[in-house]
């Protein structure tokens, strides 16, 4: 069997949750139902709410459904948001890994005009060498219609939602005003992996010396290598900032889901004014996780430190400003929530998801059993046992990209601009429009492609 957990506790897949060696072949549903409770009446954190008498007769997705404590605002506003269950096993590996089938294109999809039920799509980024880069997709592009069709809101999931070639019909957005074009790309899918370290640059601005690093996943490495590569990229961009003797950071993670407390451990470390004895966060399980861990590993299983980074640029920081949306989630909020005790976090943007748990990968391919499981096992608390960001954590200021976006690295991006006028005082460009303005003439964003990355707002796993 396989969890993948990725701290000492994967040894305890081994006497927990001993699995009988059986054919490969796949399970009926039944049997995967069977494994799937076993692995939650262990593991799940509101394990206690898991029913005693379930129905092994349902379909392992419905099954899985029916174990869940579900989140309500009213009645269980302490429920489960994030946990899910995903067919292919080796899929959801893959997808945890920046490997997935994709156009290489992340989009919001927005109503405009405001207060109608037309959709247009707005790309946020493209990764370089993709199908959707090689079409001449760029950010800040808008198109309007898929395969000849007009995107609204009854139909745009069904045109979207596909692995073929899909053709975009771009428009633009002037004065308010959406002008459709006569311009088409068309884009097929292909099996990619993503480097989430995306950009990166540095700003002098009086004496102000910025860094400034764009992070869309906390990935340590390409899906199944085992070599840190991305970890590695983000040691050597701070050990440019250092060398440049930056004095401020501007941390981007407005598109950021989670991902691996490996990397938000390392990236944090190359951040924070911290040492190897400070603690990043603490992990609180249920009651029988912690009484076996507790017993096999001692105290220490309930905790990760920081790690001493030669690139580290804390001791330098005057500023630390990250950049968050309404899809920072997960990792990219541990993040924040380890650093506050250690230093000042201003937040720019719009408020986060409110992901303070965190998640496993459960599977057993070995012995047949086909789905994956992502269940929240754990809490996280930062050095001074808070965790109170469960709804999210609120901007120090308040601001919005809006629909016209720029480079990354322009200071015209509203998010960045705004960043820059908070370390500097100063505005560095009076082009475009004020952030708060934009914050409020924003049109209302119905959801975004980043949604389905790896469960989207789900991903905050232990590695």
Partial sequence: MKLRLFLPVILLAAFVLSCKEKNADPKNDTETNQWIYTNMKYW?????????????????????????????????????????MQESAKELEASLGGESKTSGMEYKLVYFPANTSNIVGIVLYVI??????????????????????????SNYSKL????????????????????????????????????????????TIGASKIGYVVYHQFIP?????????????LDAIFAKFKANSINALVLDLRYNPGGYV????????????VTANDIFYYKEYNKQVTET????????????KFVTKSQNVGSDLKNLVVLVSSRTASASELLINGLKPFMNVTLVG???????????????EKNGIKVGLQPIVSKSLNKDKKSDYHVGFEPDVKASEGNILYPYGDPRDPLLGEALFQITGTHVTRQGRNARVLAE??????????SRKAGGSNMFFDR
């Fill in 293 to 304: 861990s507790l017993k096999k590993y001692g105290e220490s299983y309930f905790y990760d």
């Fill in 128 to 153: 370089p060498g993709s199908p959707a880069a090689k079409a001449g997709f760029v950010r800040g592009d808008v198109f309007s219609s898929v395969n000849g069709q007009k995107m609204t809101d």
């Fill in 160 to 203: 979207l939602n596909t692995e073929d070639k899909t053709t975009y019909t771009l428009a633009d957005i002037k004065d308010g005003t959406l002008k459709e074009t006569t311009t088409t790309r068309d884009v097929t899918p292909i099996v990619l992996q993503e480097d989430p370290v995306f950009f990166d640059s540095v700003y």
């Fill in 350 to 364: 719009g408020k986060t998801v409110g992901k303070n748990v965190g998640s496993v990968t459960i599977s057993d």
């Fill in 262 to 273: 490996s990397s938000a451990t390392n990236l944090s470390s190359l951040i924070g004014k």
């Fill in 44 to 84: 799940y954190y509101w394990t206690d709410h898991i029913t005693g008498s379930p129905d092994y007769n349902k379909t392992p997705g419905d099954f899985f459904n029916s174990l869940l404590y579900k989140y309500d605002a009213t009645t269980r506003p302490d429920g489960d948001r994030f946990s899910w």
């Fill in 221 to 233: 490495e390409p899906f199944q290598a085992n070599n840190q590569a991305y970890d590695k990229k």
């Fill in 441 to 450: 003439e924003a049109s209302a964003e119905l959801s975004s492609s980043i």
